[in-house]
């Protein structure tokens, strides 16, 4: 009898596995699914932003109503009806200074908008179908893809990404009269291209952006506000970028058990936010994340923020699958983002992007194949995420975790 009551008590844990993984995964059975869809057709509803939106209902500049969004674990709230405008100022807002871009590896030029609000501009180095050849973190920045990272990241209910849009500048007539010194002296003629190489590491005076005569398109992305400072983290499934050198996590299979036990991994929602960044940049096919910000003294708490995506979308047709190390070692993945991911399978992706995106101005900003590519991975992801289910069981790998902390 007692073998029969071990049997039967197997199967029904067993029963109540699957009907777990069978409400979560894609299902409306359960509160949170439904709950989970509810938050995705609103977002939905408002995903498509109309172009030349103003604020209307406040007195304040979008610069200021950007930064009230601003909170621990978000970037921008879940409704934000003035996001076309503030999107719209940061595309069309007169130029007060240029200078070069602050330090890093890649070429970009810091503005002052009308205002006194600070953005980073990055160029446009590539035409769109153009395939970036080699590593997954080989080539230029690409503009559009900070462009599509930021629609991505509203798509999947994340709200950490700054924000970004496309815009047209005239080098000429908007940054000349404004640019500092260091950066004009970076400024050369290519024909009747007016470009700039600016000041950075990889900067070579032989490798400048060129604009088309004098208009040069890129993506704007609005600075992060200083009363929020960041700090550099070193993330724990970074590259070496040595040839013949591994990384610990790419040989050594029970990694992740090493760095659960190191803080801020240990304890709070970090390591489920690193998990949530790798399936991000697996999707857009970014191999590039060897540092990470969060904000400064925050105990932990708050969210890896996703700047500096523009090493994306390089090559549609390269899935690299030692991106998504942190979820398929550590084989956890929040119930609310599995949720999202689930309602957003079957050409779902695809379509929020193209929506999305619509009405920039540098519109279209991803070309068919990278569309196709967003698809694929999902699946890759999803398929990764039942692997974890089937060998760990649903209750070990879906992580109930709806941290929402105030604003201060």
């Known amino acids: 009898k007692l073998k029969q009551r071990v049997v039967v008590l197997c199967a029904v844990l067993f029963l109540l596995g699957l009907a777990k993984v069978f409400l979560l995964d894609g299902g409306e059975g359960s509160a949170a699914s439904r709950r989970d869809l509810r938050a995705f057709r609103k977002m939905e509803a408002n995903l498509a932003l109309a172009k030349g939106a103003r604020l209307t209902l406040t007195l304040q500049s979008p610069w200021e109503v950007a930064a009230q969004w601003v909170g621990p674990r978000e970037v921008y709230p879940d409704e934000t009806p003035e996001l076309a405008a503030v999107l719209n100022a940061l595309a069309t807002a007169r130029v007060e200074r240029a200078d070069v871009g602050y330090k890093g590896t890649q070429l970009k030029a810091l503005l002052v908008l009308d205002g006194g609000q600070k953005v980073v501009f990055k160029p446009k180095r590539y035409n769109r179908d153009y395939v970036v050849e080699g590593e997954p973190y ?6 559009n893809a900070e462009i599509a990272a930021f629609h991505l990241d509203r798509i999947l209910g994340f709200r950490r990404a700054p924000l970004v849009v496309g815009r047209f500048i005239n080098l000429r007539t908007e940054i000349k009269p404004v640019a500092t010194d260091q950066l004009l002296s970076t400024f050369l003629m290519h024909g009747n291209n007016t470009c700039f190489y600016g000041k950075c590491y990889y900067c070579r005076e032989t490798e400048p952006a060129c604009a088309e005569g004098d208009v040069m398109e890129g993506s704007i992305t609005l600075w992060l506000p200083d009363v929020w400072p960041l700090q550099k983290h070193r993330h724990p499934w970074g590259r070496t970028y040595r040839e013949g050198k591994l990384a610990r996590w790419e040989y050594d299979e029970s990694y992740c058990e090493a760095v659960k036990k190191m803080p801020p991994y240990d304890a709070g929602p970090r390591l489920l936010d690193v998990i949530d960044t790798a ?16 904000f400064q003294d925050d105990g932990g708490a708050s969210m890896l923020i996703l700047l500096d995506n523009a090493k994306s979308f390089g090559n549609p047709a390269l899935d690299e699958r030692s991106i998504l190390a942190p979820l398929y070692q550590c084989c956890m993945v929040r119930v609310s983002t599995w949720n999202r991911l689930n309602i957003l399978k079957g050409g779902v992706l695809s379509s929020a992007m193209r929506q999305a995106t619509a009405h920039d101005p540098a519109f279209p900003v991803l070309t068919g194949p990278h569309l196709a590519a967003l698809d694929r991975r999902l699946n890759g992801v999803l398929a990764t995420v039942r692997q974890c289910i089937e060998t760990q069981g649903a209750d070990n790998t879906l992580i109930e975790d709806r941290m929402n902390l105030p604003h201060s």
């Not at 080989?138 to 503009?143: E, I, K, M, T």
């Not at 399936?279 to 969060?294: C, K, P, T, V, W």
């Open 138 to 143: 080989a080539g230029y920045d690409r503009h």
């Open 279 to 294: 399936m991000f940049d697996y999707l857009i096919g970014n191999a590039d994340r060897h540092h990470y910000e969060s």
